[in-house]
């Protein structure tokens, strides 16, 4: 995988939330997690611990959530996701089930099957969200997993390459296979529920939600939504209902004309105000079309730093996220509510020019 738009902190080099993440996250994950997140250090934490509360802990079948990443990823078509969770349901000893999911199959068992649709379903929050097939008291980890993806993809869409390994070679079913070895007492370890919220000491809280009420899945999503609401500022009150707006009328099932439907969003607001506005309605809704262009257009524009970008980026994923919420549990989110002075741990952030 290579990283895109900005420089991601070095494990030999990191220090503080940032190299606390990445001890945890290789040691309950197996890999060192979202290093393009890593400029934010509150972000970083944040994601991380909405992924392993949800996903990697809990009393929910690892193997199911497994299901529902994958098709979330393949809902986002984002590549990297859906290669590396595929690897994983291998890792789980389901080799026959992580092909089928990888190519995007309907899988052999009921169960598997209706999870998929389940999942993929999260990705057009303006149909009818099919019933949960997972009983209520596990309800929190499945949700939970299905939204860290929905954020997970935007993330790894806009700022990296999406390959897995070098040369794509993760397209040879023998290589997935030995890939999967590397995981696979990972990915059977019973895990604390609980032990990512220490890296959350000191990032503001945003919107907990109802739905994992008295769970670590709550405090960290209420995290992620804190640390990203820091991302808000980059962007002008003009910008913010521009993106607000332009997430509550998306309808995946009709999308609009590729490059027109931009143009047409940006169109209201000052010249200032757009090149922040464009990054972060692409991260919510087309993250595969950040470039170099969108992105330098940015830094000229407000001498943005790296950790302002993923801030940015970050933002308009969790607005998304958020409609996504809204659309799976039928009740609405409140917007997220900016901070004000700096986040403990991260860098000073700096508004739009003219914003």
Known sequence: ????????????AASGR????????????????????????????????????????????????????????????????????????????????????????????????????????????????????????????????ALSTHFNNRMYSALTDEQLLPGNLQRSRSVRRVGAMAYTRTVHRELTRGDSLPLLAGIPSGHAPAWAAGTP????????????????????????NVLRTAVAEWDPTHPPSPGAWLAQRLASLPAADRPAARLALLAALAPHDVTDTEVTA????????????VRLLAYGAVIAVD??????????????????????????????AGG
């Open 18 to 145: 940032v190299a606390e993440v990445y001890a945890q996250s290789v040691a309950d994950f197996g890999q060192a997690a979202f290093m393009m997140l890593s400029p934010a250090p509150d972000l970083h934490a944040a994601a991380w611990a909405f992924l392993r509360e949800s996903e990697v802990a809990g009393s929910a079948p690892r193997l199911g959530k497994e299901v529902v990443a994958v098709a979330v990823s393949h809902a986002n078509r984002c590549r990297f996701c859906i290669d590396a969770h595929s690897i994983l349901v291998h890792a789980l000893g389901e080799h026959r089930l992580a092909e089928d999911l990888l190519h995007d199959r309907t899988p052999a068992r009921a169960d598997h099957a209706k999870l998929v649709a389940w999942a993929k379903a999260t990705g057009v929050p303006g149909a009818a969200q099919p019933s949960p097939p997972f009983p209520a008291e596990l309800a929190a980890e499945y949700i939970g997993t």
């Open 217 to 240: 899945i709550a405090t960290a999503f209420a995290a992620l939504r804190g640390a990203a609401a820091a991302g808000g500022a980059l962007l002008s009150e003009p910008g913010r």
């Open 323 to 352: 409609r996504i919420e809204e659309a799976i549990t039928g009740h609405p989110t409140l917007p997220p509510v900016l901070t004000t002075g700096e986040v403990p741990g991260a860098p000073r952030t700096r508004g739009p």
């Open 1 to 12: 995988m290579s990283i895109r738009h900005i420089t991601p902190v070095p494990r030999k």
């Open 298 to 309: 940015w830094r000229i524009a407000v001498h943005g730093t790296d950790a302002d970008l």
